[in-house]
């Protein structure tokens, strides 16, 4: 019979040769990193959905206090995606491989839209029934136009839910 000792010794060498091979892999990949740059008059940008195609969205200041835009990134170059009539600031939460970008729109922050950019337009996406709040936002979209959403009723508790069209 072994001893204790060497149980664990073999016990820490096969979890050292089982890490050593998961980590293998990772150590074989390269990446680049791409500066995305920001909107004109802008101090930055944030990325915050990525599709198969390549093309990035997310929001990026547009003047001297952070009041975001939406961006829709592909070949090389920023393109504002806008807001909503009568909103100050948009942010793209998700992108499908159409290119169909999801998020929100607002002038006051907790009073936002859900917002579906395509197209060069922006719409307004529906709430759930019988809501009448303002504070709603839509975060991913697949490729069959089905979207992911939340909204918090004025009175406080967030609700997910899906958007299955047709």
Do not use: Y
């Not at 940008?45 to 003047?63: C, E, F, K, M, P």
Request: with cysteine; net charge negative.
């Amino acid at each position: 019979m072994e001893s204790p000792c060497k149980q664990i010794s073999r016990i820490l060498i096969l979890l050292t040769l089982l890490c050593v091979a998961a980590v293998q892999p990772a150590f074989g990949q390269s990446f680049t990193v791409k500066d995305l740059g920001t909107l004109p008059g802008g101090t930055f940008s944030r990325a915050l959905g990525i599709n198969d195609r390549g093309q990035v969205v997310g929001d990026a200041a547009t003047g001297g206090f952070f009041v975001p835009h939406a961006f829709l990134f592909e070949d090389g170059a920023m393109v504002d995606l806008g807001t909503l009539p009568g909103a100050q600031f948009s942010e793209a939460l998700g992108i499908n491989n159409r290119g169909r970008v999801v998020g929100f729109s607002g002038a006051i922050v907790r009073f936002e839209d859900a917002v579906l950019f395509e197209n060069g337009a922006i719409v307004k996406l529906p709430t759930l029934p019988g809501g009448t709040d303002n504070n709603n936002q839509a975060f991913d979209i697949n490729d069959h136009g089905q979207w992911s959403a939340w909204r918090v009723p004025r009175a406080g508790n967030r609700t997910h839910f899906c958007w299955i069209t047709g």
